[in-house]
Each structure stands twice: as C-alpha cells, then as structure tokens.
C-alpha cells in the first residue's frame, strides 16, 4: 500500500496543474491570438503585402471611349450639323450680300481657301475667280474680268465685279427666298452641283426660288448656294457663292 502512495500523488499533481492552465487560457490574457483582424488577411500578414481591391464607379462604367481615354479624338461629321446653326450663319452671310456689305463679308471668308465666285452650279475649278478676304474687288471698280464661261453660247463672261455681283450673285432677294435647304440642293437642271467634290468636308446653305412666270412651268427658277467649310475656332468660314439658275 505505501507503495501506491507515490503514484497517488504524482497523479494528483497533474490533475491540479492541468486543471490551472485550462483556467489561465480562458479566463486571463494569452500569448496567442484567438482571430486576425478584419484588416489584413493570413496570407497578406505572413508575406507583408497589404491585398489591393480596384473599384469600378457607375461614372467610369458609363463614360464613351472618349471620355476615358483622351487621346481618342471624335470625328466631326458635317452631314450631321445641326441645320439651325448653319442655316444662322448663312442668314448672317445672306444679309451682307443683301446690303452690299463686303467688309462685314469678308470676316466670313476662309482665310486660307479664299471666296470663289461660280456663275453656275457646277463648279469650275480651272476658270472660276478666287479671292482672298483682302483682295475682293470694290464695287467702284470698273475693271472687266473674266468670270468663266456663259452656258450655252461658251463665251466668255467678262464683267466688272458690279455686274457680275448683280447678274450671278444677288440678282435675286434671296435672303427672302421661299425655300431654304441645307445640304440639299433643290435647283436643278442639266449642270449639277459638285461642291461636295470640290470641299469634301463642307456643308452648304441654298436659297431657291422654284420660279417667277407661271407660264414657264419652273424653267426660270434662280437659287443661290453658300458653301460653308469648318473653321479653325468651331465656326464656320465661307469658301464659295455658287449661282444656280435653268440652263439648256
């Protein structure tokens, strides 16, 4: 029996001290954690690298290709120019003619292409008169020149800058004309109108009487043409005045 009593005691010993240190871990502080915080993950805490999250906003979702990336540039599409603002600048143009007011008209004047000045609705690249904003004939100025050449009879039309104004240009009031047509042009005959081939990027403004003698069934209509390119400021800039009238 006294044998035993070393065992009994050495049991009881390690009851009593298993028993304290399950009290000391659940009751007390404790060397080691119970949770990783909400902030940083096993994975990021062992290796020292915070995790990255990109968010997209319902802005940036939504934005054109343009917006997010500036280095991609919109097309400007002159066949959708919205016709009111056109039609305002040829109406401004439309006045000056009508008031023989060359100086206002030449602010209008492209700087760089000129004003030409086409009898018909075809444009004639080789005979057709250009001037710059600086060098428009006066009115007082009776020198002839050469204008191109008069449908039918192929003669030369030589008139001073007067008279061809009246004869080609404003012969009609046509800032009161009955029809105004953007990019359409409604006076047509046996000669066609070619300003989209010879200003790939312009619009134009016409005014067009559908004609004066009834009797003539529509064959002495008039119009006048106003050929519009882009200028360097978003506005426009006047490259040509192009007559239109019946031809045989």
Known sequence: MRRMYPLLIAALLALILA???ANSNNGGTTDVPNAVPESQSPV??????????????????SASPSESNPSITKETDTSKVPQAQLKAAAQEVIEYLRERDLKSLAQWIDPEQGLRFSPYSHINKDTDLVFKADKLPAF????????????GSGEAIELSFRDYYEKFVYNQDYAD???VNVNK????????FNGKEVYPN???VEYHFPGFDKELGGMDWQSLVLVFVPGAADDWKLVAIVHGQWTT
């Open 19 to 21: 028993g304290c240190g």
């Open 44 to 61: 990021a805490s062992s290796q020292g690298i915070e995790p990255t999250v990109t968010a997209t906003t319902s802005n940036e979702a």
């Open 140 to 151: 007082k100025d009776a020198t002839k020149l050469k204008w191109g050449t008069a449908d």
């Open 177 to 179: 004309a009955p029809n």
């Open 185 to 192: 042009i409604v006076g047509t005959g046996n000669v066609e």
């Open 202 to 204: 312009a619009s134009y």
